[in-house]
């Protein structure tokens, strides 16, 4: 047998071939193999549905407050007395001080997300606030932490007016 009846190997072709090629088929394979795992870290479409609620403001009289769903929380809308802001724009609350003007963008409204700060119970409305019924955490009209365990402020969501009577919470 002759040297000339075997061609030369080229190792060059045969390294793309093992390492190369093979890196890439694997690659590829992983890719594949993770896909449903990378995908369901996605939000479900009943969650996407739930990005946003839409509120009326209609019948609302002063001092009322109407509860909606939003991404499964309650959110508290409050339709403000003419001495409740009166009485909330010249306080800077308690324990975590903020002034009104900061979380409310007409005055006439407050819209806070109705769970405690604490532990997520949800307080119960009182004539100069809410309270925790928990552990005691006491809000006042602006949705401000007074006294209590509770670490923080009533959160604000995202909102918008979209005209004089209704509201969209969350963003779209």
């Known amino acids: 047998m002759k040297d000339d009846d075997n061609p030369p190997i080229d190792e060059d072709r045969r390294d793309f071939i093992l390492n190369t090629a093979t890196s890439v088929v694997a690659g590829a394979g992983i890719a594949t193999a993770c896909w449903p795992f990378i995908s369901s870290m ?62 409310v963008q007409n005055p006439d409204w407050l819209i806070v997300v109705g769970l405690c700060t604490h532990l997520g119970c ?18 006042d009209n602006s949705g401000r932490i007074l006294t209590g365990p509770a670490p923080r402020n009533l959160d604000l969501p995202p909102y918008e007016f979209v005209s004089s009577d209704k509201i969209i919470i969350g963003k779209a």
């Not at 509120?55 to 339709?79: D, N």
């Not at 949800?122 to 809000?139: A, I, Q």
């Open 42 to 103: 996605n939000p479900s479409a009943d969650v996407l549905s739930k990005a946003t609620s839409e509120a009326s403001l209609k019948g609302l009289k002063p001092g009322e407050v109407k509860t909606v769903a939003w991404q499964g929380k309650p959110v508290f809308i409050l339709r403000r007395t003419k001495k409740q802001i009166t009485s909330m724009e010249t306080s800077d609350g308690g324990k975590d001080p903020q002034a009104d003007s900061e979380r």
């Open 122 to 139: 949800v307080p119960s409305r009182k004539k100069d606030g809410w309270f925790c019924p928990c552990h005691g955490s006491v809000y």
